[in-house]
T-cell receptor, first 116, second 114 residues
Framework: EADIYQTPRYLVIGTGKKITLECSQT?????MYWYQQDPGMELHLIHY???????EKGDLSSESTVSRIRTEHFPLTLESARPSHTSQYLC???????????????FGPGTRLTVT | KNQVEQSPQSLIILEGKNCTLQ??????????LRWYKQDTGRGPVSLTI?????NTKSNGRYTATLDADTKQSSLHITASQLSDSASYIC?????????????FGRGTQLTVWP
């Protein structure tokens, strides 16, 4: 069982509100990721970080922003939530490179966000 | 374009029966292939991982196969249990990515009925 945590697990919020989804890991991993997943669809990478003070946008354009001030913490923020942001958000982290096994990603339990 | 396609999209079987899920990929250069299990409302959990030199890998009642020449993989579940009901996701990594980028399939939604 990976030590990666996300809060809240479920969030229902009105349009226009600012929200922050929390993600923390206790494994000391440098790389962290945020994915967005809609029902029946594949995970899409929206943000990633190589380490402290490093953040990059992923493949899927997102209006959210992230920060990485501490190794263990990688929060995602939406300044003004809209119904189109309704989705499941998954956080992951990966440890050191393992040759052909690559980087093993460990996923948190996810946050189910509903914007009304 | 790097892609991962899975079939079937969904599957219903009776408890105790076996089933096989399929995955085709075009990711290149190939590094490894993982099968994840994702329970509803949870994050994916790794079941097996195979590099290009491995043909089969087992984890309890789960057995994954890989044909790197045809770029196909399968996940066989033996003697299914109600707790096997979940989405099974095929995930492929490319070689040389310093990010550890993963390419995800859409998953096969398996439902096991009593």
């Amino acid at each position: 069982e990976a030590d990666i945590y996300q809060t809240p697990r479920y969030l229902v919020i009105g349009t226009g509100k600012k929200i922050t989804l929390e993600c923390s890991q206790t494994m000391g991993h440098d790389k962290m990721y945020w994915y967005q997943q809609d029902p029946g669809m594949e995970l899409h990478l929206i943000h990633y970080s190589y380490g402290v003070n490093s953040t990059e946008k992923g493949d899927l354009s997102s209006e959210s922003t992230v920060s990485r001030i501490r190794t263990e913490h990688f929060p995602l923020t939406l300044e003004s939530a809209r119904p189109s942001h309704t989705s499941q958000y998954l956080c992951a982290s990966s440890g050191p490179y393992r040759g052909l096994l690559g980087y093993e990603q460990y996923f948190g339990p996810g946050t189910r966000l509903t914007v009304t | 374009k790097n892609q991962v396609e899975q079939s079937p999209q969904s599957l219903i079987i009776l408890e105790g029966k076996n089933c096989t899920l399929q995955c085709n990929y075009t990711v290149s250069p190939f590094s490894n292939l993982r099968w994840y299990k994702q329970d509803t409302g949870r994050g994916p959990v790794s079941l097996t991982i195979m590099t290009f030199s491995e043909n089969t890998k087992s984890n309890g009642r789960y057995t994954a196969t890989l044909d790197a020449d045809t770029k196909q993989s399968s996940l066989h579940i033996t003697a299914s249990q109600l707790s096997d009901s979940a989405s099974y996701i095929c995930v492929v990594s490319d070689r040389g990515s310093t990010l550890g980028r993963l390419y995800f399939g859409r998953g096969t939604q398996l439902t096991v009925w009593p």
